[in-house]
């Protein structure tokens, strides 16, 4: 925005130069047709006059530089202006998308802890089973024994009886 005024200023000063030297210039056209008589006086005031309109050409011609370079910035601002503003949209597509990744991510981590959670609990269940049936494999074992020596034991008396019978 201060470019802008900076641009209006100078135009102002272009068009208030040009106004000037064109005032002098006719100043100049109207002394050189009055001629009147001696000529030294007309013409230190018209070499004057032209010396200054030879300043204020300069002037214009610095001045319409000024304004040309200031236009020259104007335009590479905003060129660069659009180019950030474009980058800045890159920007913020990408953290969307980045954005929109990580929350997936967030969601299948989720999902695989829980599944992680039900399969620990699973194997925690199966460990008690296993540890039940364990128990009862090694009561039934135990009963097995006993029942086999109660057998054999029954055997043994009955052979015994049989023997002594004999």
């Known amino acids: 925005m201060e470019e ?3 641009v209006t200023a100078l135009k102002k000063q272009v068009d208030e130069l ?26 230190r005031a018209q070499q004057m006059l032209l010396d200054r309109i ?4 300069r ?9 040309r ?11 660069k202006l659009a ?3 474009s980058s800045q949209r890159q920007v913020e597509q990408v953290l969307k998308d980045e954005m929109a990744k990580s929350v997936a991510k967030d969601a299948d981590i989720q999902f695989y802890m829980n599944k992680a959670a039900s399969v620990l609990g699973d194997t925690n ?22 029942k086999a020596w109660a057998h054999e034991g029954a055997l043994r008396q009955a ?7 004999q």
Request: net charge negative.
């Open 4 to 6: 802008d005024s900076e």
């Open 18 to 43: 040009t106004k000037e030297r064109d005032a002098l210039e006719k100043d100049v056209e109207t002394l050189c047709m009055q001629n009147v008589g001696g000529g030294g006086a007309e013409k």
């Open 54 to 57: 030879a300043k204020l050409e």
């Open 69 to 79: 370079l200031a236009l020259e910035g104007k335009d590479q601002i905003a060129e």
């Open 83 to 85: 180019q950030q503003k």
């Open 59 to 67: 002037d214009l011609q610095k001045r319409g530089d000024e304004l």
């Open 125 to 146: 269940e199966m460990k008690e089973e296993l540890e039940v049936l364990r128990e009862a494999s090694a009561q039934m074992e135990r009963e097995k024994k006993e």
């Open 159 to 165: 052979r015994e009886e049989a023997l002594l019978l």
